[in-house]
Structures are given as C-alpha cells and as structure tokens.
C-alpha cells in the first residue's frame, strides 16, 4: 500500500513529547500531563496504519483497554511504533507520521476513551477528556 507523503523523515522523533513523557513518568501530576499534551500540538507523532491496503484505505490500529474499549496509541516515532510489537512481527508494521495536532484529533474519529503515548516503553495513558480539552474540542456526546 502507498502511504501518503509525509513532512517527517522515517528518522523523525518527536523529543519535546518524548521528554515530557519521561518527565511526567517519574513523577506523574496533572500539570506534567498538561505538558505532554501541550507538547503534543507540535512537531509529529506516529500512527499504527498495520494492514491498511489500497482497497481499505488508511486505516489507524487502535489497542483495547482492559475493559475492552477503543484506545488510541500514538508514538513520538516511528521506532517507538516498532516497540510496541513483537519482535518477530516489526518487519510488517507500517507507520505513519503526521502532524501531532492532527494525531491527537484523531481522538474524535471514534469511540475512544483515552489516547496511549509510547505503548512499547512509555506508555503513559491520557483520558480522553483531557486531550479534549487540551485541543480546545468540544466533548463527544453520547
């Protein structure tokens, strides 16, 4: 499948996510999640785009929470998306970077309870009213 053209070269890490991410991990507060959002609106993250074809189009990997719900796993690159697999499988995982703001958008495109940063290492969770407000995005309703 051809992805689309992407502003990120495939060597692309999104540091100021990453190291907001590692801040927050060694001492979570809401303020420290504030930042990794207000990180996140810019530079690029990663999505899981795994089995997209051309017949299906683009299509975004989503991961369940334990209570089996949609979450939303981005990833400041496109080695952080090779973790977040098995080994044995990385040859087939495909990416796609976009813009972060556009990544964390992607919070409305379904029923999604929470977005996961870094799901292979990090994997700090971030409930989904928070990226909302974050974005300035009316909440879903139900």
């Known amino acids: 499948m051809t992805q689309p053209p992407s502003a990120f070269p495939r060597s692309y890490v999104n540091t100021a996510v990453r190291d907001a991410l590692d801040t927050y991990s060694a ?19 990663a999505v899981d785009v795994t089995g997209s074809t051309a017949e299906s189009g683009l299509r975004i990997r989503t991961i369940p929470s334990t ?11 496109l080695a952080e ?18 813009p972060a703001a ?6 409305n495109a379904a029923d999604f309870v929470a977005v996961q940063f870094d799901p292979g290492s ?12 974050a974005l300035g995005l009316a909440p879903k309703q139900p």
């Open 102 to 107: 556009q990544a964390l958008g992607l919070i």
């Open 27 to 45: 001492a979570p507060t809401v303020a420290r999640i504030e930042a990794v959002l207000a990180a996140a609106r810019d530079g690029g993250l």
């Open 67 to 77: 209570a089996g719900e949609l979450v939303l796993p981005l990833f400041t690159s």
């Open 122 to 133: 990090r994997a700090v969770v971030v409930k989904r009213s928070l990226v909302e407000a």
């Open 81 to 98: 998306l090779g973790l977040a697999v098995p080994e044995d499988q990385r040859d087939g995982v495909q990416g796609n970077m976009m």
